[in-house]
């Protein structure tokens, strides 16, 4: 398995940004499809959004499309989540996964500790 932690969370108005980042441990990150997942207390976690091993295919959920980007740089084996445009429905606490099956929301077997997002209306 893949080390994953995740940063850049926090409290934003509704209307403004965040990026959180996911760096990982494994050298072969590169080799990963890495996504986004999130999840408020007594809800089950919802897929957001994955990307492929290059970033060149990338899949959103219709919740977040249009208003999320994901982006990574395997150089510094990192994985981005550019939010704009946020929600108070966006509140949750976000983590990134490693080995997501791309294009089908289903999460692989590497998680990040989460980090909490809050919108405020």
């Known amino acids: 398995q893949v080390q994953l932690v995740e940063s850049g969370g926090g409290l934003v108005q509704a209307g403004g940004s965040l990026r959180l980042s996911c760096t990982a441990s494994?050298?072969?990150?590169?080799?990963?499809?890495m996504g986004w997942f999130r999840q408020v207390p007594g809800k089950e976690r919802e897929f957001v959004a994955d990307t492929n091993w290059t970033g060149g295919t990338t899949t959103y959920a219709d919740s977040v499309k249009g208003r999320f980007t994901i982006s990574r740089d395997n150089a510094k084996n990192t994985m981005y989540l550019q939010m704009n445009s946020l929600k108070p429905e966006d509140t949750a606490v976000y983590y990134c996964?490693?080995?997501?099956?791309?294009?089908?929301?289903?999460?692989?077997?590497?998680w990040g500790q989460g980090t909490q997002v809050t919108v405020s209306a």
């Open positions: 996964n490693a080995g997501v099956k791309l294009g089908a929301g289903i999460p692989g077997p590497s």
């Open positions: 494994r050298r072969t990150f590169s080799t990963l499809v």
